[in-house]
């Protein structure tokens, strides 16, 4: 099935007003540990320390492919690459349009942070897209047009991600101070209101982990058969579905905490639509073979491909305006639906796709499924690719979501 | 030799007055890339970026063994243990009596750094001491006892530190945000007035790198056939002393933009004497002499023991005083010195004290004389030690300076 996507760009291209006052909301799934002090003060309350999600121990780390090797994340993300160029120009423009700089004390270090970074080189050309319209922006509007400020850059992900092959590639003349920052970005990461500018490019689409019911047997939203849930029931689909939203709710809960009022959160993310259906012959459903054909060989028990679940859900542009509007303390600026090309079949370039999908998968099929069958896992995925007509690139769009911090 | 350090605790104990106006005095060898702008502000200047120490192509990178495995620094690190365990309360003591927390405004993160902290586990428990010394000092003396700061922990090393291995042993029970900021701290490396408290615990004695006439066959401080000063000429010491009183002069000067008037520095340093020979019979003694022998025996060429020299230098406390009255931003609160203890012989002990000299130094001599005769070379200094009836742990004193920014 070739994508069938309607064009929402346009109808999600306006600037929301939300209803809410602002307000630090904590969520349900929220506890605040026993170690930590809250005190009543003029802004709100303050926390001692780190606010720890009743789930965090459920939260898993998937790490891309560290290094430089042939299969490394370094060397096999032209997509994501393709993704934030695509919308750079966005970018810019709703910085440098809608940042409020005249809030910001004239004497603050500007802090940006790309969550979700994994190695480079794509964070490096995201951060500095950023910097460029920041820079661009005071420019034009700063008080004093010498003046700009110093930049501090944070470079986010999981601790187990490669931050030496970051750290060891980090561009020779960046006009920006570095800190990487180890941590999931479905927990708390940053001080109080220290972030002016919050970006993530093809992250938010992993889930903290995997809901339970997805591998229990007794549950009707168990994922038999399957290793994703483009083509599964309603029940696996909505296991998914509420899991993303859940996490989003920490995410927005935390990120409001960190960023500063006229602060600015940029997100890119693969998008998928709320009928599922455009999930449909991408690489992921090839990769779903893939793993059912080894089974199917015996090269994988049965059990193993029932256990197997990728940790990654596509969000439709509702689901997301949704979830900002439950959190409250921000404004929708721009929601942005960029259509994944199509790509007609071309068997030179499936090995680079595959590779790609290695980079970024690897850690976690291995894990489940052993690291001795990954060549052959990938081979046959290889040549799935090449025996594929057209496929789609990505899983529907690229969902640009611009908000700002009230 | 046996150590003959003379009691110079009380000496140094006392404060100091510097004469030097507040000024962020700018050395002579420090140039501002054409990249970096300069406009004059009420706070004297701002640097858009970060500055570049002429030299800045000379730092060099000597990273400690990474890992966990049998030669890491992770798993080799007593000494510098112990030297943050002797120094602990009297850092605790400092910081409770000293930091002018009321200086701070009561918004701000709290933010320390620990530079050339390596990978672990000793800087968690350098910066623990610290952070429970802060806490104490705002329960005492904050003007709302609840309200406890946030802090932020930023940990510093080079790029090519073993990150990975620091940022997965972190605490789990931290009360802080955690950040790792890879860079030489010869150079600037965070925005400016944003740190409260720096320390550092055994690195400053890296040099940034060996000075070119110790190498020069046509110098009169060519070190020939020797690895450091110990036993070297006038002009071979006088090369090291100059190189790290050039390191202390950018260390200070950077450290000076980027601390917060009334914050501190407290530095843990191995220290030595002014007449050099209390470095007699330490464990450099012994590397010197298995490297001396390897080259006897033809296992190392004589050109290769000619052009190395251990990148170290051991202060004296007059040397750590003249560096600071020279920067002119602090005020010297404390200098401290702690005996090193002599060691008395134990050959079950050998082979622990040559794979801490290992963690420590293996990147180094294996770049210069290849890894293939890295274990022949320690197990010729493990036996060396073994033979070896009493020798010194440390070169002379461990020194403690505490500074406040005036």
């Known amino acids: 099935m070739a994508s069938t996507a309607s064009p929402m760009a346009s109808q999600f291209r306006s600037s929301f007003a939300s209803s809410s006052t602002k307000r630090l909301a904590v969520p349900k799934d929220i506890n605040i540990g026993a170690a930590f002090r809250i005190s009543p003060t003029k802004r709100s309350f303050v926390i001692k320390a780190v606010q720890i ?27 994501q690459g393709q993704a934030i160029n695509a919308v750079k120009e966005l970018i810019k423009e709703e910085i440098t349009e809608k940042l409020d700089i005249n809030k910001f004390p004239s004497s603050d270090t500007f802090r940006i942070v790309d969550v979700g970074c994994s190695t480079g080189p794509n964070t490096f050309f995201a951060v500095q897209n950023v910097l460029e319209a920041v820079e661009k922006k005071y420019q034009r509007e700063g008080l004093d047009h010498c003046r700009l400020p110093e930049f501090q850059v944070f470079f986010n992900d999981h601790s187990s991600n490669d931050f030496n092959t970051l750290f060891t590639s980090l561009p020779p003349n960046k006009n920006y101070y570095v800190a990487g920052v180890p941590g999931s970005f479905h927990a708390r990461l940053f001080p109080e209101a220290s972030l002016h500018i919050v970006i993530s490019s093809y992250a938010l689409q992993w889930i903290s982990h995997i809901p339970k019911e997805l591998v229990d047997r007794s549950s009707p939203a168990w994922n038999k058969g399957r290793t994703y849930y483009a083509h599964a029931g309603a029940e696996t689909i909505k296991a998914y579905a509420d899991q993303f939203a859940k996490d989003m709710d920490n995410f927005f809960h935390f990120r409001a905490q960190e960023v500063v009022t006229g602060g600015m959160v940029l997100l890119t ?63 929708i600026e721009r929601i942005e639906c960029l259509h994944d090309e199509k790509k007609q079949a071309n068997p030179k370039e499936a090995r680079v796709f595959s590779s790609h999908m290695r980079a970024g998968l690897e850690f976690l099929l291995s894990e489940h499924f052993g690291h001795e069958i990954m060549d052959e896992l990938f081979d046959l995925f290889t040549k799935k690719i090449e025996e594929c007509e057209v496929f789609d690139m990505g899983v529907a769009f690229k969902l640009l979501v611009v908000l700002k911090r009230k």
Chains 1, 2 share one sequence.
């Open 53 to 79: 999600p009743r789930e965090m121990e459920a939260i898993e780390e998937y790490p891309m492919n560290g290094g430089h090797g042939i299969y490394s994340y370094a060397k096999n993300s032209y997509r």
């Open 269 to 331: 993310i693969p998008g998928g639509r709320l009928d599922y259906q455009i999930l449909s012959n991408t690489l992921y459903d090839l990769l779903e073979s893939t793993i059912v054909d080894l089974a199917k060989k015996g090269i994988i028990s049965e059990e193993k491909l029932d256990s197997f679940n990728v940790p990654q859900y596509f969000p439709s542009p509702q689901e997301m305006e949704a979830a900002v509007k439950r959190n409250g303390c921000f404004s």
